[in-house]
């Protein structure tokens, strides 16, 4: 069995090299191969019936900074390509899907990014998106001075169970039937579109199970290519649109060469960094209160007596700047204590030494002056600033 599977695997990735040589070719012949410019960004997005694609998108269009409107596939096989080859009795397959949607990418308005809903959904469709993928990389290689972008692809993939997709099927069509009720009444407004399944509930399952059974796998095969993990569209959506933009945070090495992100990584995220900052900080406290208790009350009354009548002063603006010359700051301990402890309290401290020089001896022979060097710790303390009330007239 699994070696039939395999078999089957592998005649599907041969189709689908032969289908995607056919479409480039096509597109080479239409446009000329140093004309193939597609979208700098391109978020694949896909999901469940009812998972809220629609829902999501303009949420990820503002999120990307794309303006151009999402490439819906289903709209595509509207067009007068696809009609066409439905009026000869063909049908428009995974070939027909790749040389529209790739056709499409080409439009000028797509240069900055885009939203392509409802691709890949085959096993062809998936092979043929790495193609994609390679073919572009290669064409930035070839065209390098010619403002070629490296191909940058995000996924976004909605999942949702059988249950929750039958119910929100059968809501929209709940909700299509009685805005398009209105919009007959008053005579005001267009029509929604109302899809067969979502009226009938065994008809809304079925699609599911079809959703399942073909894309559904097609989509977790996608992930052995890019990097990317299936979101629980069930959840609120304030809750969803938060882990979209943790995925986009995710797939952020995708947006490097493997060679530059491989230099980068190195370096802690900023999000994993704040995670356990809190943990870190009591944890350092705690340390200086057991191993450095005299420092660390003596920068504790300093804090006290030096700086909080400077804070509590200009409490009103959220910001204070405080200048010392104490020999305690001279111990770089004590500096850090005195950054821990007011971040502990809430506040953001950072210090700046500056190492001024002072007229110190004057040769009465040769009138050199002689200076000696005056080490001066700028504090800047910053806090949320106090709320003004203000009067009514």
């Known amino acids: 069995m699994a070696k039939s599977k395999s078999k089957h695997i592998d005649l599907e990735i041969k189709d689908a090299s032969l289908i995607f040589d056919r479409v480039w070719s096509d597109l080479e012949q239409e446009f000329g191969r140093a004309k193939l410019c597609f979208p700098g960004e391109i978020i694949w997005l896909g999901g469940a019936p009812g998972a809220g694609k629609g829902t999501n998108t303009p949420f990820i269009l503002e999120a990307r900074g794309i303006t151009a409107a999402a490439i819906v596939i289903s709209d595509l096989l509207d067009s007068p390509r ?67 972008p490296r191909p940058l692809f995000r996924t976004v993939l909605l999942f949702v169970d059988e249950e929750v997709s039958v119910e929100r099927q059968l809501h929209r069509g709940r909700e299509a039937q009685e805005h398009n009720r209105k919009t007959t009444e008053l005579g005001v407004g267009q029509l929604a579109e109302i899809r067969a399944t979502d009226l009938d509930p065994e008809a809304a399952r079925k699609r599911y199970q079809v959703f399942k059974e073909t894309t559904f796998e097609a989509l977790r095969s996608l992930r052995a290519i890019f990097h990317f993990r299936f979101i629980d569209a069930s959840q609120p959506l304030a809750k969803v649109q938060q882990e979209i933009e943790e995925e986009f945070s995710y797939q952020s090495s995708l947006e490097l060469s493997h060679k530059t992100f491989d230099r980068v990584r190195t370096i802690t995220p900023a999000s994993r960094l704040v995670l356990y900052a809190r943990q870190e900080l009591v944890k350092r406290l705690e340390i200086y209160n057991e191993d450095h208790p005299e420092l660390f009350q003596r920068v504790i009354d300093k804090v006290n007596a030096k700086f909080m009548p400077i804070v509590t002063r200009y409490a009103i603006t959220g910001m204070t700047l405080v200048n010392s010359e104490d020999v305690l700051f001279d111990n770089p301990l004590a500096l850090a204590m005195l950054i821990d402890i007011f971040s502990e309290r809430g506040y953001q401290a950072l210090v700046d030494v500056n190492h001024i020089e002072v007229p110190h001896r004057i040769d009465p022979h040769t009138h050199e002056i002689t200076c000696r060097q005056k080490r001066v710790y700028r504090f800047q303390i910053r806090f949320a600033a106090s709320a003004i009330r203000h009067g009514t007239d």
């Open 82 to 148: 696809a009609q066409q080859i439905k009026d000869a009795g063909g049908l428009v397959g995974d070939e027909e899907v790749t040389y529209l949607l790739l056709h499409k990418l080409l439009d000028p308005i797509y240069e900055r990014g885009v939203i392509v809903d409802g691709f890949p959904r085959t096993q062809v469709q998936v092979e043929c998106l790495r193609l994609f993928y390679d073919k572009m990389t290669e064409l930035r290689e070839e065209f390098r001075n010619h403002d070629f």
